[in-house]
């Protein structure tokens, strides 16, 4: 009974917690007084869909079909079309009923951009899509700079864009990121809010 319980103990003691893949840095030029006073802003990741296109069958088509399929959109992989952010991705129209439109993703890239229309809001976005799954983001509002690094563990950025998705006048930030695995291609949409 004892040496079931240091045992135990062992093990409990010997496990280490999750590591987190994201940095935060959060730095403000304003004064220790006006420290104490303010309310720092941050970088939230609001949600992530999973979308497949699957190359299961393939084997058996032509070549005119093969391109198709290879051109063609992947399907969200488990979703409730009642949800309010898919429906929100249906009228910025990013999304076609269940499928996203890589088109709307297609030749962009962002360096330094705004987050909101009246340009107080910067972005400054720093990554590799050939050699790359790190992305670091930098958003910048009068005296406050959050820095965020995020890791997407060897997926493939394909890349990131601005949308106001909730009509709040703040752009979200989309990150589509891919991988294969077992006879299909899988994209990941990471939406990010600055709030």
Partial sequence: MRISAILLLFFLFS??????????EVHSKSSDSQKNKQTFNQIQEIASLSFRRSYVGHENLSDKELDKLYKSNPTLETYDSKLDLVKRLNEKKLLLN??????????????????????????????????????????????????????????????????DINDDGIKEILIVTNYYIMNGDNFVVTILKYS
Avoid at 15 to 24: H, P, Q
Avoid at 145 to 160: A, E, P, T
């Fill in 98 to 163: 269940s499928e996203l439109i890589l088109s709307q993703f297609e030749n962009k890239t962002i360096v330094k951009d705004y987050l909101d229309t009246n340009k107080k809001i910067t972005i400054v976005c720093n990554y590799d899509t050939e050699d790359s799954s790190i992305i670091n983001l930098n958003v910048t509002k009068d005296t406050q700079s959050i820095f965020k690094s995020l890791d997407f563990k060897g997926d493939h950025i394909l890349r990131i864009i601005l949308k």
């Fill in 15 to 24: 496990c280490e917690g999750k590591k987190s893949n994201t940095e935060i």
